[in-house]
């Protein structure tokens, strides 16, 4: 673990803060992927435990350069994975988020997505909302929502592999085909305090640039994103929240002074 580096920049990592994703196409080799191919669907202990999938999938250089970037060193490796198969049509799923999704603006769990075989729109392909991962919401209340201006949807070559904080709002699209489908999912999971050690031009640290607002967020709400980017930065870089960090923007509208100074 000593030996993985971070291969991500700030400019990045910022990306991802605020996305809340990122996607690398056609990492694994065909030779993983096709040992895929005749995957029944389910968890997969015993194969993703093997030193093949081990060492070709959850660490894969550039998977694993990625995670020790957002979640510092010795991080927690997967164990496991969930194999996720479609082979006949099907009408899709609803808007979701997994498990108990985390709080707050830490990042201390990473869910990824590794597609074996290339996927099409007609192969119901995992779309994701980007920057949904701050919206924590009982997920029965999304599952109404149908296209989501700004969603995108997972259309990659074979052997691609998606990161993602957990809790972003994800579902599989409709399939139209019987074409065999998968998705193998698994985690990584932080076990270091943060700081801001990956890929850096100076020792300076710059300050929280917010990318342009998701399509879907009006401008009031990404006002709200900017504030949440902002402190996972932060969180991110090692630094501690101030009064001022958690005040949840009510001092641009409200004006306060120190006790001290009234009282005196």
């Known amino acids: 673990m000593t030996d993985i580096k971070p291969t991500m920049t700030d400019e990045q990592v910022m990306r991802f803060i605020g996305d809340g994703y990122i996607v690398l196409e056609g990492i694994i080799p065909d030779e993983i992927n096709r040992q895929c191919e005749f995957l029944s669907g389910g968890r997969l202990t015993d194969f993703a435990r093997t030193d093949t999938f081990q060492n070709k999938v959850f660490l894969h250089p550039e998977v694993s350069g990625v995670i020790r970037s957002l979640l510092g060193p010795d991080f927690l490796v997967p164990v496991n994975a969930h194999h996720h198969l479609y082979e ?38 995992t779309m994701i909302l980007p920057g949904s991962q701050f919206r924590l919401v009982d997920r029965e209340a999304i599952a109404h929502y149908g296209d989501i201006f700004g969603q995108k949807s997972l259309t990659v070559p074979a052997g691609t592999v998606a990161l993602t904080r957990y809790g972003i709002w994800h579902k599989a699209g409709p399939k139209l085909n019987n074409r065999r489908r998968g998705m193998i999912k698994f985690s990584y999971f932080r076990t270091a305090d943060p700081t801001r050690d990956w890929l850096i031009d100076s ?10 607002r998701q399509a879907y967020a009006t401008e009031v709400e990404s006002y709200r994103d900017i504030s949440r980017c902002k402190r996972t930065w932060r969180w991110m870089c090692g630094q501690k929240d101030t009064p001022s960090d958690i005040a949840h923007g009510a001092k641009i509208f409200v004006r306060a002074r120190p006790l001290k100074e009234a009282e005196g």
């Open 88 to 125: 006949q049509p099907h009408r899709g799923q609803t808007w979701h988020t997994d498990g108990l999704t985390e709080q707050g603006y830490g990042i201390y769990h990473l869910q990824c997505y590794y597609y074996p075989q290339p996927v099409q729109i007609e192969d119901g392909p």
């Open 203 to 212: 020792d300076d640290l710059p300050e929280f640039v917010h990318q342009p």
